[in-house]
């Protein structure tokens, strides 16, 4: 039998925005955050717990005991009047990340809703900036270990550069209008990481970098996409903000090995890496090489 407070909590799972969880929208929240006065999924409290108690304070709603202050400020804020204060100034660029999403992207959304508040005080949004420089780690065109490199994104030039030589002119100049991110694919094996692919000389290209620290990797990522966003406001400006939303970064639908054929009977089957990129699909030999084929 549960006690009269357990069944208080439960009631207010009925009400509007509290079905869901309030940090990746799964369904059926089982824990909630009793000084936020927001209920979460297992997932999500246990980034709340990595926080600290001193940001966050986790409760199950059933197996847990409730005092009446506690189940009192849960009923005074719930899922959505805590949105309205945390989610206040989130950019349309932002990824907000949903229930089946990164680990990365999911981590440091709840860091920067409740521990940095970075969506209640914009001017700790480091990716609005239109500028950001610093070392990422790249993949080596020839083997696949990884070296720092010196990167810089900037908004007035629509350019993301890198260098491998600082004092020397960069090593790879990228419009940031044209290029697509893809956040975190499988075949990197780092969970801090992205792939750039950009077109050069009539061929698609790839680079493919990460960061020991998922703050910065994230930081990079959205400020990405918000440049992107500020240079399509430029060139289509009747366009709606749904509508370039949607352009910014897409991960890839759908990657992995196929058998391929050539254009003759009698050509062998090659397995070959493809990659569904919205409506284009690429094939290589292997799945972190640098240029495509087709
Ligand atoms: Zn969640």
């Known amino acids: 039998m549960v006690d009269a407070n357990t069944r208080g909590v439960l009631e207010l799972l009925k009400r509007s925005g509290n079905d869901t969880c309030a940090d990746c929208g799964a369904k ?9 006065g927001i209920f ?56 907000i990340p949903t229930d089946g999403d990164h680990d990365s992207l ?11 508040e970075e969506f ?4 700790r949004q480091a990716f609005m900036t239109g500028h950001m420089e610093g070392f990422l780690m790249k993949r080596g065109k020839e083997d696949p270990k990884y070296y720092p490199r010196k990167f810089m994104l900037s908004e007035v030039d629509d350019t993301l550069k890198y260098y491998v030589d600082e004092k020397k002119d960069p090593k790879a100049v990228m419009k940031v209008s044209e290029i697509n991110v893809s956040f975190s694919p499988v075949k990197m094996e780092k969970k801090n990481s992205f792939q750039i692919s950009y077109l050069k000389d009539g061929t698609t290209r790839h680079i493919y970098v990460y960061h020991d620290d998922p703050q910065t990797i994230v930081n990079w990522y959205n400020a990405i996409r918000c440049t992107k ?9 009747t366009a709606s903000q749904a509508e370039l939303v949607n352009l910014l970064t897409k991960d890839f639908a759908h990657e992995g090995w196929l058998w391929k054929t050539g254009p003759r009977p009698t050509d062998a ?18 799945p972190l090489l640098l240029n495509i084929k087709a």
């Open 28 to 36: 059926g929240p089982e824990w909630a955050s009793y000084n936020i």
């Open 40 to 95: 979460l999924c297992t997932r999500c409290a246990g980034i709340h717990r990595g926080m600290g108690t001193h940001i966050s304070k986790i409760k199950h709603i059933r197996l847990d005991r409730w005092e009446d202050s506690q189940v009192q400020r849960m009923r005074e804020i719930g899922n959505l009047v805590a949105k309205a204060k945390y989610e206040k100034r989130v950019p349309p660029c932002y990824r």
């Open 106 to 116: 999911l981590e440091e959304w709840i860091c920067a809703k409740y521990l940095r």
């Open 120 to 123: 209640s005080r914009p001017e």
């Open 229 to 237: 966003l500020h240079r399509l406001q430029i060139a289509f400006p």
């Open 269 to 286: 089957y090659k397995k070959r890496w493809f990659t569904l990129d919205r409506r284009k699909l690429m094939y290589h030999e292997e």
